[in-house]
């Protein structure tokens, strides 16, 4: 992420008098910069970012299929990725958009992989060169000697088989997925502890490529489900996955801000970090929030690392809670809304 006080916005600013008149930032989910002259857009894969909007004359654009998307670009500036997988489609998106006569730049701090980086972008583009050096962060410039290929997302869908409890899933992943759209451990003790129906509607919170969904479909499958997630990949993933079911709804949701209705039950490996403090508010504002989602009766069963203090904020805002599961490393809750809808204590 490329915050207004970053090294990285820093070494663009230095070399502001190379811009074209139309900019893009592709992966900038900071602050938007004004930058006199341009007419800016920045391209984000997280919903949440997307939904402030900002920028002069130019705003958001979430994904690399958003409608809104200018025909072309003089100047398209990417972001380092944590994946090398997720550089290539982002130069290979800049490419298809970049205008007749205009420039590639790529930026990027030490720490984000700049050198290994640059590499790939010289790869890709053998004329490139560097522009500016400073702060640990390196600039470099490239141009097209050929127009691109467009750029197609079903292009960038890869498919994989999630080996799960009971059942091998035919599902998806596109570059920049976490865990690359495969089962993670914490997902699969969840699963393990499904052993009855659930009951409907049921809400896949921070659903990924779909794979709690997928799951739950393959052993019941008219079971009503919505999936919701922040993430563009995720987002694309469950819809390719689930394309011309019954049954089934997607949304784009910054937590619960995308979702409508209320839900018998809710499922969900909510993707936070491990240990830290501050990460911990966004669960804790979830929890508080998801109440006016459930049905009275309503269970939340959730997966997380077994030294997440997750225990007592779930029976604050939800109801009583029992471990379904715990292996030392990950512990599965689930948490019962009180039949009347009222939060009730230990």
Known sequence: ????????????????????????????????????????????THYGVHGHGGGADGGRLFGYDDPETPDAFDTIVILMPKARSELEMRMAWAAARLAAGGELWLVGAKREGIARGSRQFRERF????????????????????????????????????????????????LPGLFSEGRLDEGTRQLLATVTEKPAEPVLDLACGNGVIAAWLRHQWPELAVTLADV??????????????????????????????????SVFSNPPFHQGQKKNLDPINQWFRALPDFLQP??????????????????????????SLSDDG?????????????KNVGN
């Open 1 to 44: 992420m490329m915050t207004e006080a970053s090294p990285a916005l820093s070494i663009l600013e230095r070399s502001l008098d190379r811009l074209g008149e139309r900019v893009c930032l592709v992966g900038h989910d900071g602050p938007m910069p004004y930058w006199q002259g341009c007419r800016l857009h920045a391209l984000t």
């Open 126 to 173: 053998p004329g490139a060169f560097r522009i500016d050096s400073a702060r640990h962060c390196q600039l470099w410039c490239a141009t097209l000697e050929t127009p691109a290929a467009p750029f197609r997302v079903w292009d960038w869908l890869e498919p994989v088989t999630v080996v799960a409890p009971g059942a091998d899933l035919e599902l998806y992943s």
């Open 297 to 322: 009766g309503a269970e939340l069963r959730l997966v997380a690392n077994a030294f997440l203090p997750y225990q007592e904020p779930m029976i604050r805002s939800i109801g009583p809670v029992r």
């Open 231 to 264: 993430h563009w990949q995720a987002l694309n993933c469950a819809r390719a996955f689930f394309e011309g079911a019954q049954g089934v709804t997607i949304v784009a949701s910054d937590g619960l801000a995308g979702v409508t209705g209320r839900y018998a």
């Open 329 to 341: 490393r990950y512990r599965v809750y689930s948490a019962r809304r009180n039949i009347h809808g």
